[in-house]
């Protein structure tokens, strides 16, 4: 069952990048048509789709806070934040970091569905995966 728990989450993510690149497609080619009364049926779209997006950057950010300069020097606020973090995010996002943040720059500029790739253990590459 696990099995086809991962390659449906893969599927999510994966499709949510074509979900992505379509609405900008389409605001585009509406643009190019030249019929610009239309373009606010795809305009709407992007910017809920935009919105969706920085919500799940947010959620990035609130399951792996940014990290203080000095340990000594926490404020309440950093506090929280660190002990509100996902452990098991945090330790696969310090591992890997360079594709933590494709992941994350994908989710923020294309689609808020990739959110879930890192738990989709994609094709079994371990530096893909987050454990939980």
Same mark, same amino acid.
């Given at each position: 069952?696990?099995?086809?728990?991962?390659?449906v989450?893969?599927?999510?993510?994966?499709?949510?990048?074509?979900?992505?690149?379509?609405?900008?497609a389409?605001?585009?080619? /509406?643009?190019?048509q030249?019929?610009?009364w239309?373009?606010?049926?795809p305009g709407?779209?992007?910017?809920?789709?935009l919105?969706?997006?920085?919500k799940y950057?947010q959620?990035?950010?609130?399951?792996?806070?940014?990290?203080?300069?000095?340990?000594e020097?926490? /404020?309440?606020?950093e506090?929280?934040l660190?002990?509100?973090?996902d452990e098991?995010f945090? /330790?696969?996002?310090?591992?890997y970091?360079?594709?933590?943040?494709?992941?994350?720059?994908?989710v923020v500029?294309v689609g808020?569905?990739?959110?879930?790739?890192?738990?989709?253990?994609?094709?079994?590459y371990?530096?893909? /995966?987050?454990?939980?």
């Amino acid at each position: 069952m696990f099995g086809l728990h991962r390659k449906v989450i893969a599927f999510y993510a994966l499709v949510g990048v074509i979900d992505g690149l379509s609405i900008y497609a389409l605001f585009v080619l /509406t643009l190019v048509q030249g019929q610009y009364w239309m373009v606010g049926v795809p305009g709407v779209a992007l910017l809920a789709h935009l919105y969706l997006n920085f919500k799940y950057k947010q959620l990035w950010d609130e399951i792996d806070p940014p990290k203080p300069e000095e340990e000594e020097k926490l /404020t309440k606020k950093e506090i929280l934040l660190i002990n509100k973090a996902d452990e098991h995010f945090d /330790t696969w996002n310090g591992k890997y970091f360079q594709i933590a943040g494709y992941v994350r720059n994908i989710v923020v500029f294309v689609g808020h569905k990739f959110f879930a790739f890192p738990y989709s253990h994609f094709y079994g590459y371990l530096h893909c /995966t987050l454990r939980s």
